[in-house]
Every structure is written in structure tokens, then in C-alpha cells.
């Protein structure tokens, strides 16, 4: 007895040992952590890489604060706190300051800095009464030609989720995805007659990921194996604010250079040439950019010849089915965006092991749906009828399938299928017994080549 309580024992340390050495592999927290300086986002680095200006410009901020009102989402009831950092205006004045561009003032607590000028002119009168009369005031305060407004307009959650998970047999795992958005409005004011000089917009997706893996198995009838991993990643808000707030404060500085509204800062355009070449390419990328970080455009053309790999499989009257190759060619022709008319030839093989064994060749025409035609990646479902020559009389059937294409490069797709045949007759194999018709099932990859006008 007490051999098999120190067995236990032995075991359960074994196991221990070894899941925490797992989570070191995932990267899992095992230690506390020093403090340590903030990250930097990638605009970080090429904000403090711009072209300096002449002289830098005085710029007040007083208030950048998020204006969504927006809650964190919470799965459990409510949640009172906010999804959006309240330092706001902070980030701000440090995208500033990293820029070299700006020399921004005291603003936000105005109120303070001016008691504070305050108490010292007071102490001096009081306790300075001896001291030379001509002794030197306080200087004054700076004052900014240009004013910045604006905000986090908007906090929009979960405009993207999906997941992904098989189990089998009681081992599985799963993966799920979430994206949320925040969007930041930047506007310059003159300061001089209140004029909007220039108004910028960014918008930063956020994003949540996890894995997670288990297993469940009973081992013999009373004793049961259980074991779960995961992992959970959430990208954070400060860090999303902060580069949307650097790229909003870049690309102000560059449309300041190209409407010139900087004035004596910039001496010779010239100089910021490969940073607004730099800018405008990223627009015109930006024009054709849907929510979600998409390029919707036309990718396919009015036609198109495909060629299909497939493996094959009859579900007929005899036993023992066997798998086979085949392969099939086509053309199609669209309709609209959305529907195309295909034509297309294959060979089909029917065949059960020692039984029988027959090649068609095939004919079809389907009708086919593109669900998102101007996104590189779509799935697309389609149906159809067809006929299938051999020796003897065709055989005619319908089909329908559907699958997924990518356009991988210039005019070319990468598509997979699946495709179901449901024959008329019960006389494929030449054998008619049941009610239920011959049928088949077809799995294909191939690569389709678009030619023509969009």
C-alpha cells in the first residue's frame, strides 16, 4: 500500500515538473518581471526619423481625450471600465515631442501652472520686500500659434471574429480570433482667426487571439486522462492608441509641407520630397482599403480556363468503392461579378475492387456564385447537370459543390472543391437494385488562368 501511495507521489511530481515546463515553452509567465521602459511602435521610430524643419513650431494641446464613451466589453454583465486609455492628450504631447517638429506648450492643466506662477510672484513680494527693486519678474508664458483638437472617436468591437477546432476521439484543439478598431480624428487650429487648417484621420485595429488544446480519454473504465493547454493573447489598447495617435501626428506634419501651412518652418520643400512621394503612395493604396485592412477590386476578368486535379469516389449498388485520379478542364464566363457559366470536360473512373471497373468521360455545365468576387480570397458554390459517356448509352446526373479560390499572383487562382453527383438513374455500374441512384464524390485542386477585360 504504502509502495503505491509513493508511486502516486512520484508521479504527480513527474507531471507537475513537466507542465511547468511547458508553460516556459509557451511563453507563459512563470516569474515576476522588472519594470521596464515602454515599447515603441513602428511610427515611434519614423516619427524620429522626419526630415527636421527650419524652426520648430509652438502647438498647444488642450484636451485629446476619448469622446466614445465606450465601455470594455464584457461577457460576464456590465464592465464600468473604459475601453480607451483617458491619457489621451499625454500620448499626444510625446508623439509631439518624439517628432522634433513642435514645441508643445502647457495646456491641459493650465490652471495649475498659472497658481503655481502665482504663489512664487506672492512669495517674493512678501519675503523679497529688501531685495533689489530692479531684480528680474517671471518670464512669460509661451503662446502657441496653432491649436490641436480632436480625439478617439470611436471604439468599435468585434468588427471581425472566426475561430477554428477539430476534436477527435477526445484530443482536439482550437483556435479563435477577434479584432476590434479604434478610430482618432486630429485637427490643426490657426490660432490667429480660428481657421481648420488641416483635419487628419487613422483608424488602428486591435487584436485577440487564443489557443487552446485538450485531451480526454479513459484509459481503462475507472481510470480517466484528462489534460488542456491555452494560450490567450490580447494586443493592447495604449500601445493601439498610441500609434494611431504617431500616424495621425505624421501625417499632419506631411500635409502641413504640401498645403503649406507650416510657413517659415520649411525652407526648402525639396528636402521632404521622399517623404510626401512616401505619403502619397500610401493613400492611393489606402483609397481601394475596406474595413478589415481589404483591397476589394477587380482580380478576374470576363473568362477564364481552369484545370482540376481530383480524386474520386462512386457510391453505387456493389461493395468495396475504391478511390481514383482524374482530372478535368473548362472554361468559364461571367455573367456578372458575382455569377459565371461553366463549361467544363473530365474523366471519371468507376471502379469496385474486383467487381467492376469503368472510365466516363464527362460533360457539364454549371452555374456558379462567387460570394466576395472582388477579394483575392472567396468561397464560391455552384451546380449544374451533366452526362457521362462510356461504351454504352450516357448516363445523365446533377451536381453541386462548392470550395474556395485564391488569387495568388496576376490573373491566376488557386481553387479546391468538392463536388457531389447525384446520377438519374440507378445504372451506372450496369447494376440497377434499390432506390437509392448511383452517386459520386469528388475532391479537386487546380488552378484557374482568367483572360479578357475586367
Do not use: H
Request: charged share 25%; net charge positive; aromatic share 12%.
Amino acid at each position: 500500500m504504502r509502495t503505491y501511495i509513493y508511486t502516486r507521489i512520484f508521479f504527480c511530481t513527474i507531471l507537475l515538473c513537466i507542465l511547468q515546463a511547458c508553460s516556459s515553452w509557451l511563453g507563459l509567465p512563470s516569474s515576476p518581471e522588472k519594470s521596464t521602459m515602454g515599447e515603441n511602435t513602428m511610427y515611434t521610430t519614423e516619427l524620429k526619423n522626419m526630415p527636421l524643419p527650419k524652426e520648430k513650431i509652438v502647438i498647444g494641446v488642450y484636451k485629446f481625450r476619448d469622446q466614445t464613451g465606450q465601455y470594455k466589453p464584457s461577457e460576464n454583465g456590465n464592465n464600468w471600465s473604459t475601453a480607451v486609455p483617458q491619457g489621451t492628450t499625454t500620448i499626444l504631447i510625446k508623439a509631439l515631442e518624439d517628432s522634433k517638429w513642435f514645441i508643445p506648450i502647457e495646456r491641459e492643466n493650465i490652471a495649475n501652472l498659472l497658481n503655481e506662477r502665482q504663489i512664487i510672484r506672492s512669495t517674493r513680494q512678501e519675503y523679497l520686500k529688501d531685495a533689489d527693486k530692479n531684480s528680474q519678474s517671471l518670464p512669460p508664458l509661451l503662446y502657441a500659434g496653432i491649436l490641436l483638437e480632436g480625439g478617439v472617436i470611436s471604439y468599435d468591437s468585434n468588427i471581425m471574429t472566426g475561430g477554428l477546432g477539430a476534436r477527435y476521439f477526445g484530443i482536439g484543439a482550437s483556435t479563435q480570433y477577434r479584432q476590434d478598431r479604434i478610430t482618432i480624428y486630429l485637427r490643426a487650429v490657426s490660432t490667429l482667426n480660428g481657421e481648420i487648417l488641416k483635419t487628419v484621420y487613422t483608424s488602428k485595429t486591435i487584436l485577440s487571439t487564443s489557443l487552446n488544446g485538450s485531451f480526454f480519454r479513459y484509459i481503462d473504465t475507472e481510470r480517466l486522462l484528462e489534460a488542456e493547454v491555452g494560450l490567450t493573447q490580447n494586443e493592447p489598447v495604449q500601445l493601439a492608441v498610441t500609434e494611431a495617435i504617431e500616424k495621425a501626428v505624421k501625417s499632419l506634419i506631411v500635409e502641413g509641407i504640401k498645403d503649406k501651412i507650416w510657413g517659415k518652418s520649411i525652407d526648402n520643400p525639396a528636402n521632404y520630397q521622399a517623404v510626401i512621394d512616401e505619403y502619397d503612395r500610401e493613400q492611393k493604396e489606402n483609397a481601394g482599403r475596406a474595413v478589415g485592412n481589404k483591397f476589394p477590386d477587380n482580380y478576374r476578368q470576363k473568362f477564364a480556363v481552369f484545370g482540376n486535379m481530383e480524386v474520386q469516389k462512386i457510391k453505387d449498388d456493389y461493395v468495396n468503392p475504391k478511390m481514383n485520379i482524374g482530372g478535368k478542364i473548362g472554361f468559364k464566363y461571367f455573367l456578372n461579378p458575382n455569377f459565371n457559366v461553366e463549361l467544363n470536360s473530365s474523366l471519371f473512373m468507376l471502379e469496385n475492387e474486383n467487381i467492376v471497373k469503368r472510365n466516363f468521360l464527362v460533360t457539364e455545365i454549371n452555374l456558379e456564385y462567387l460570394l466576395f468576387p472582388k477579394y483575392k480570397f472567396t468561397p464560391y458554390i455552384y451546380g449544374g447537370a451533366g452526362a457521362m459517356y462510356s461504351e454504352i448509352k450516357p448516363k445523365y446526373k446533377s451536381q453541386f459543390g462548392g470550395g474556395f479560390e485564391y488569387i495568388f499572383a496576376k490573373n491566376i487562382g488557386l481553387r479546391a472543391s468538392c463536388q457531389y453527383d447525384l446520377g438519374f438513374k440507378d445504372d451506372w455500374e450496369g447494376l440497377v437494385n434499390g432506390k437509392r441512384k448511383d452517386q459520386a464524390l469528388r475532391f479537386a485542386l487546380g488552378l484557374n488562368f482568367y483572360i479578357g477585360n475586367k
